[in-house]
């Protein structure tokens, strides 16, 4: 039996998987770096695969007694004006990082796992068990642990062998109040050259996250207000959603990696959410994956204790595969005002290729 799993990262997948080790009886050390209640660059949809992942433990009625918003449809709005909106194949859930975190957070540490936070992990020594190099950030104290094995969730895989390669965007996100938009839609603006989303979530609020090219917001010498008056003026719709908005704490701005399965990993080391792999943020199935990721790296860990092997790669690829390349596709089009204003029209009179299309993108 494994006798110790060390977790680096307590977002969506860290928790999830600590949850889930700890509920099957296993020693659980969860590390966070971060004091929670925390906010992320994140566009706060969770797909309705996450959902099923929460199901799965009984989590998913317990979430909604924190008023998640229900998302029925998606729209897509072009620089032009012209939208079209779309029946989502099952019902997704708004909700902000920083409830679902401190939610999931506090669950893993009722199940059973021990938190350390705030601590960073420094360093992973290859060995049976992996020895990890702690530092606790409250008293700057180091110290060494052991694990049987170690899930790196901490968003960035710098830990790994083959670190994510570097991206040229970034993405932003603030909440608002007085957004004047529909709360049971997601809605995507396509605007020059990048797109971004608006989506309701808890308390009246509403969460924007946008995609954009590294040298526009460098344009702005870092200035991510001044760039986001400059989108909001590129989508009339957007703009019309936006007139009477009120900006509810501050912008973030974070690197948006998006890469494969960075396989091999070090040895003992399972990566899961975007440590593992990341995609176009587009199909807002960010955190959904986040979870499955958690649920196929738990399930092959524990089966690995049993059969002595592990095929965990494999289901991976599984989750990212399609979705990969069908949101790098949809961001492109979008992205772009003569593609979006000529696929609208499209999509609007073919509701049964909407639908096909919101399944590629993992719906």
């Known amino acids: 039996m494994t006798a110790h799993v060390a977790i680096i990262g307590a977002g969506p997948a860290g928790s999830f998987a600590a949850i889930l080790l700890a509920r099957a009886g296993r020693q659980v050390t969860l590390i966070e770096q971060h004091r929670f209640p925390r906010d992320k660059v994140c566009g706060e949809c969770l797909s309705a695969d996450g959902i099923d992942a929460l199901d799965q433990i009984g989590l998913s009625s317990e979430l909604l007694t924190l ?21 989502l194949p099952r019902p997704m859930w708004g909700i902000s990082r920083h409830r679902l975190d401190g939610f999931l957070l506090e669950t ?10 705030p601590a960073r992990c420094e360093g992973i020594e290859a060995g049976t068990p992996a020895g990890l190099r702690i530092r606790l950030l409250d008293s700057n104290r180091v110290i060494a642990a052991k694990a049987d094995r170690v899930i790196l969730a901490d968003g960035k895989g710098s830990l790994l062998s083959n670190p ?30 990048l797109y971004g989303g608006l989506a309701a979530i808890e308390d009246g609020r509403w969460n924007a996250a946008f995609s954009v090219p590294a040298d526009r917001l460098k344009k702005h010498r870092g200035d991510v207000a001044a760039l986001f008056a400059q989108i909001v003026e590129e989508n009339p719709t957007l703009r019309a ?50 979870l499955q990721s958690a649920l196929a790296a738990v399930s092959s860990l524990l089966d690995e204790e049993e059969t002595r092997s592990t095929a965990l790669p494999e289901p991976y690829r599984r989750l990212w595969r399609t979705r990969r390349p069908s949101c790098r ?24 290729l909407g639908r096909a299309g919101l399944r590629l993108l993992g719906k």
């Not at 918003?69 to 032009?80: E, N, S």
């Not at 893993?108 to 936070?117: D, E, I, K, N």
């Not at 109040?177 to 020059?192: K, Q, S, W």
């Open 67 to 87: 008023r998640p918003v229900v998302f029925t449809h998606a729209a897509i709005h072009a620089p032009d004006g012209a939208s079209v909106r779309l029946a």
């Open 164 to 193: 994510p390669p570097r991206t040229r965007d970034f993405g932003i996100k603030a909440h608002f109040d007085g957004v004047d938009g529909p709360r049971d839609t997601i809605e995507l603006f396509g605007c020059n050259g």
């Open 108 to 117: 893993a540490r009722a199940s059973g796992a021990t938190v350390l936070q």
């Open 329 to 352: 596709t949809a961001a492109m089009l979008v992205s772009r005002p003569a593609l979006v204003r000529s696929l609208i029209p499209i999509l609007a009179a073919s509701p049964m």
């Open 241 to 290: 959603r936006m007139s009477a908005a009120r900006k509810v704490g501050q912008w973030l701005a974070s690197p948006l990696p998006r890469f494969g399965v960075q396989d091999p990993w070090p040895n003992r080391v399972i990566a899961v959410g975007n440590a593992a792999a990341a995609i176009e943020p587009i199909g807002g199935e960010g955190m959904g994956l986040a």
